[in-house]
């Protein structure tokens, strides 16, 4: 395998979890067989198995001894709380990001609430912030905090209405296993009034959360505030 290049579980996955996304397999659709993904992907059957494990833990398909797999309805609400990210809950038809500051290198002492190591201060982050509509409603803000290591031409990326857990994923194979949040109920300030069009006095949800990635001692950070208003929030974690 070349360097840079996803296995082909990953491979696998990723195609079917993006025809799942696009409606070619629709809800209560059958995925071809264990059989017919090993022809089609000249692939063996463990290699085909883990790619249908993740979409199943990932909550796209259910798997029924005897039938195969069941493409999934999505869940209703906004999946803030999922490992799979708010694009993949929502949808990205539906979701629009706009970057309020672009990554940029920085250096940290804390986390939000979240306390750093020694090593995590030393290598500094990678600081963005986003605003992110729902069907043109401005739901989400939110600052991202991720470890300056090994992320070749990061600030160079377009994270205009692109997932940053699809990014990290799919260009530097760090996938979200992950992790611990905190959420309170706070009073939205004046820029917070600003972003998501709320008279004074208005409440809003702060979301600060510690994510965790297959790679060892790889974490990111994110502090979120969440309009709820309108919406419910949902999802495992």
Same mark, same amino acid.
């Given at each position: ?126 600081? !963005?912030? =986003?605003?992110?509509?729902? *069907? @043109?409603?401005?739901? $989400? /803000? ?5 470890? %300056? ?57 702060? !979301?600060? =959360?510690?994510?965790?990635? *297959? @790679?060892?001692?790889? $974490? /990111? ?5 969440? %309009? ?10």
């Amino acid at each position: 395998m070349k360097e840079g290049e996803l296995p082909l579980h990953k491979k696998v996955y990723e195609l079917l979890r993006k025809h799942i996304k696009e409606g070619i397999y629709a809800e209560g659709d059958l995925l071809p067989s264990e059989n017919e993904l090993c022809g089609l992907h000249n692939a063996t059957r463990p290699t085909i198995r883990k790619a249908l494990d993740r979409l199943a833990n990932e909550g796209f398909i259910q798997k029924q001894q005897g039938k195969g797999s069941i493409v999934k309805a999505a869940p209703k609400g906004i999946g803030i709380l999922s490992i799979t990210g708010t694009t993949s809950a929502i949808g990205s038809e539906n979701l629009e990001t706009i970057i309020i500051v672009k990554p940029e290198i920085r250096p940290w002492t804390k986390a939000f609430s979240f306390e750093l190591t020694d090593f995590e201060k030393e290598l500094g982050c990678i600081y !963005l912030e =986003r605003l992110r509509l729902v *069907n @043109k409603k401005p739901v $989400f /803000f939110d600052t991202t905090m991720i470890p %300056n290591i090994n992320l070749p031409r990061f600030t160079s990326r377009n994270f205009e209405n692109n997932s940053l857990f699809s990014i990290l994923r799919e260009h530097y194979q760090i996938d979200v296993t992950g992790g611990e949040q905190k959420i309170q109920a706070i009073i939205a300030n004046e820029t917070l009034q600003s972003f998501f069009e709320l008279n004074p006095g208005a409440p809003i949800l702060q !979301l600060d =959360r510690k994510i965790a990635t *297959n @790679k060892n001692d790889f $974490f /990111f950070y994110s502090q979120v505030y969440c %309009n709820a208003s309108e919406f419910a929030l949902y999802g495992t974690f």
